[in-house]
């Protein structure tokens, strides 16, 4: 999973795997979801990130069941 911020266009970047994309899905008209053939996420946009989430306030944890 890589997470990607670009400052100049305030989009946030979320993309959980590596795979060719099939559908990208509109979830609003800020927010993209990104698929591929049997319908698993991909990734995920979000324009006017600073404004629509916390992104300077990120952390990352992993949490063992």
């Known amino acids: 999973m890589r ?3 670009f400052a100049d266009t305030d989009t946030l970047l979320i993309e959980f ?3 060719p994309v099939a559908e ?3 979830l609003d008209e800020n ?3 990104d698929v591929d053939a049997s319908g698993n996420i991909c990734a995920m946009t ?3 990130a ?3 989430t916390d992104i300077p ?3 990352y944890e992993q949490v063992v069941a």
Do not use: M, V
Request: aromatic share 10%.
């Open 24 to 26: 990208t899905r509109d």
């Open 17 to 19: 795997r590596d795979l």
């Open 31 to 33: 927010t993209t979801l």
């Open 3 to 5: 997470i990607r911020y």
């Open 46 to 48: 979000i324009e006017h």
């Open 50 to 52: 600073s404004q629509r």
């Open 57 to 59: 306030r990120f952390s």
